[in-house]
Nanobody, 123 residues
């Protein structure tokens, strides 16, 4: 399994940015997918997740109401739409696949990770 994240860049505070994560493999639709982020000097933290059917999503409190996770199983792609961006959203964003059978959104519950894409929010 390979995950390829893209879409990062520089954006002004209050702006929007969309991230994509393309996955290889024919069983993409069977897995819960998540987005995490890691700011300089900080631990990797959970941002959002979406279950295999797309019918349920979960968000960190810090992004709830501003970020939206979605998926297109026909394209083997998961998305993260980020609106009303703040400086504190600056981080490297990673997509990941959750280990089947595990629940929760700790980083240890995910096995395959993308390479990360940098999002920088300027004031």
């Amino acid at each position: 399994v390979q995950l390829q994240a893209s879409g990062g860049g520089l954006v002004q505070a209050g702006g929007s940015l969309g991230l994509s994560c393309a996955a290889s493999g024919r069983t993409f639709s069977s897995y819960t997918m998540g987005w995490f982020r890691q700011a300089p000097g900080k631990e990797r933290e959970f941002v959002a997740s979406i279950i295999w059917s797309g019918s349920s999503t979960s968000y960190a409190d810090s992004v709830k109401g501003r970020f939206t996770i979605s998926r297109d199983d026909a394209k083997n792609t998961v998305y993260l739409q980020m609106n009303s961006l703040k400086r504190e959203d600056t981080a490297v964003y990673y997509c990941a696949r959750r280990i089947p059978g595990l629940v929760g959104n700790l980083a240890g519950s995910y096995d395959y990770w993308g390479q990360g894409t940098l999002v920088t929010v300027s004031s």
